[in-house]
T-cell receptor, first 113, second 112 residues
Framework: GENVEQHPSTLSVQEGDSAVIKCTYS??????FPWYKQELGKGPQLIID?????GEKKDQRIAVTLNKTAKHFSLHITETQPEDSAVYFC????????????FGKGTRLHILP | DSGVTQTPKHLITATGQRVTLRCSPR?????VYWYQQSLDQGLQFLIQ???????AKGNILERFSAQQFPDLHSELNLSSLELGDSALYFC???????????FGNGTRLTVT
């Protein structure tokens, strides 16, 4: 089955700098890659997703890149702000009725003042 | 607010007991998923239902069971509880099985 590895487990960046979180997946048939942000005391919230027919997607300060050949994808957050501090999860799925979304173990992002 | 409602928010119980966690999906969502999140662990998939039918099973223990009712709400039943069952339990829903997931805020279960 699918296995998703996420790095780093913890990341501290200065406010205003960029943060990058990387994930690799094992199943080449996976075609949907969402990213979730989990704030303290809340459930994970979808922040951006990408499908395998595109290599990059951007939404304001957040972007995701996908390299299907290498089976890895990354989340990029630019001009980080204090409210970006949270745990971020990547995930992968084949998005069919018999498949399930598999999550990485998460990255705890700290934005330093 | 994702629109997914989970009750209760917190649950404290003793080993050997049985509890029921409840989830109301977003309006119009047919698919419900249950995930377990332990300390320093990611989200472990337990089970998925679609329009009342079980669709996929993950690492769900035999002591755990779930169902989705005709009104599409779902319940996760945990029995013969052990200390190691203490975790956050999340429910998520989606419109269809190939749609993005939307998570509730979870039920924190503490087994003493």
């Amino acid at each position: 089955g699918e296995n998703v590895e996420q790095h780093p487990s913890t990341l501290s960046v200065q406010e205003g700098d960029s943060a990058v979180i990387k994930c690799t997946y094992s199943d080449s048939a996976s075609n949907y890659f969402p990213w979730y942000k989990q704030e303290l005391g809340k459930g994970p919230q979808l922040i951006i997703d990408i499908r395998s027919n595109v290599g990059e997607k951007k939404d304001q300060r957040i972007a995701v890149t996908l390299n299907k050949t290498a089976k890895h994808f990354s989340l990029h957050i630019t001009e980080t702000q204090p409210e970006d501090s949270a745990v971020y999860f990547c995930a992968a799925s084949k998005m069919n009725r018999d498949d399930k979304i598999i999550f990485g173990k998460g990255t705890r992002l700290h934005i330093l003042p | 607010d994702s629109g997914v409602t989970q009750t209760p928010k917190h649950l404290i119980t003793a080993t050997g007991q049985r509890v029921t966690l409840r989830c109301s999906p977003r309006s119009g969502d047919l698919s419900v998923y249950w995930y377990q999140q332990s300390l320093d662990q990611g989200l472990q998939f337990l089970i998925q239902y679609y329009n009342g039918e079980e669709r996929a099973k993950g690492n769900i223990l035999e002591r755990f069971s779930a169902q989705q009712f005709p009104d599409l709400h779902s319940e996760l039943n945990l029995s013969s509880l052990e200390l190691g069952d203490s975790a956050l339990y999340f429910c998520a829903s989606s419109v269809e099985e190939d749609s993005p997931l939307h998570f509730g805020n979870g039920t924190r279960l503490t087994v003493t």
